[in-house]
């Protein structure tokens, strides 16, 4: 998909899944709006994403299926990590914190068993895919 019908996808699954109905295509109990503070620009964006819960925390994967760079997502949230976290049932200010070390190695074989499709981003880049949680800020 080229920039503009990622955008255009992008803000119609904001708007559907912001009035509460269905979101076309997608399961709308699986999606996070995810908005973060511009690293360049310092205006806010909005990206729709999967989540995954593991116990109190909710989790992102920052694979861009598997692109060679980060998603702009993480980088912004790397430069300011505070965000605004939509949930199907709550919002709620957040900080972003990126998983490190033996809690990133143990999660990510969790996701890659359990959403297979990340196992095949991996095999698709050279970096480490982050896996960043959502905490309450």
């Not at 909005?46 to 694979?63: E, N, Y």
């Not at 505070?82 to 200010?93: G, N, Q």
Request: proline residues 7%; neutral net charge.
């Amino acid at each position: 998909m080229d920039r503009t019908t990622v955008e255009e996808t992008n803000r119609r699954v904001i708007a559907q899944f912001r009035t509460g109905g269905a979101v076309d295509g997608m399961r709308r109990e699986g999606i996070v709006l995810l908005t973060t503070t511009g690293r360049r620009s310092g205006r806010p964006y909005t990206a729709p994403m999967m989540f995954h819960r593991d116990g109190d925390r909710v989790l992102v994967i920052a694979s861009n299926i598997g692109a060679p760079r980060h998603p702009d997502w993480y980088l912004n949230l790397v430069a300011d990590p505070h965000v605004t976290v939509e949930l199907p049932d709550e919002t709620y200010a957040g900080v972003a914190a990126p998983l490190t070390g033996d809690d990133r190695a143990k999660t990510w074989e969790t996701l890659k068993s359990t959403y297979p499709f990340f196992a095949d981003h991996e095999t698709r880049t050279s970096r480490e895919i982050p896996v960043v949680a959502l905490n309450r800020g």
